[in-house]
């Protein structure tokens, strides 16, 4: 088990200075703008914040599920092919899906659960700040 978390570790590291690191930026600045989109339409749409609302909201999590895999599924398995991809050519002989799973959840799923919801509060707080306040005459 050491030995296969170990290879993982080093497999992992070594994609920050190998070929195709230009998808180390690439990928989350996607993913980020696609949230702050969702986050917008979540904010005017008067959604509660995305991951938080998958948790506490079960009524409505399937399709706040279909939703954010709608938004973000192209960019996720984009980032699943081009690790496979970068794995065919730093390795030439085997391809662990493993890993590229992992780095497709790293660079693509997470940035999008915590800017989409960030996006959303951020929008609201702005949109209540705006807001006249009322009087009451």
């Known amino acids: 088990m050491r030995d296969l978390l170990g290879r993982i570790a080093a497999?992992?590291?070594?994609?920050v200075s190998g070929p195709m690191r230009f998808r180390l930026v690439l990928q989350p600045l996607m993913?980020?703008?696609l949230a702050i989109r969702g986050g917008l339409r979540d904010a005017r749409e008067g959604r509660p914040p995305y991951f938080w609302a998958l948790f506490t909201a079960?009524?409505?999590r399937r399709d706040m599920l279909q939703?954010?895999?709608k938004a973000i599924g192209k960019v996720f398995?984009?980032?699943?092919?081009?690790?496979?991809?970068y794995q065919f050519i730093v390795r030439r002989s085997w391809i662990y899906p493993g890993e590229a799973f992992l780095v497709a959840v790293?660079?693509?799923l997470m940035p999008y659960l915590l800017i989409r919801g960030l996006a959303t509060r951020i929008a609201r707080r702005r949109a209540q700040a705006?807001?006249?306040a009322s009087?009451?005459?």
């Open 11 to 15: 497999n992992l590291a070594d994609r």
């Open 31 to 33: 993913a980020a703008v």
């Open 58 to 60: 079960p009524s409505h």
């Open 67 to 69: 939703d954010g895999w």
């Open 77 to 85: 398995v984009l980032a699943i092919a081009l690790d496979v991809i």
């Open 106 to 108: 790293t660079l693509a």
């Open 130 to 132: 705006g807001a006249p």
């Open 135 to 137: 009087q009451n005459d």
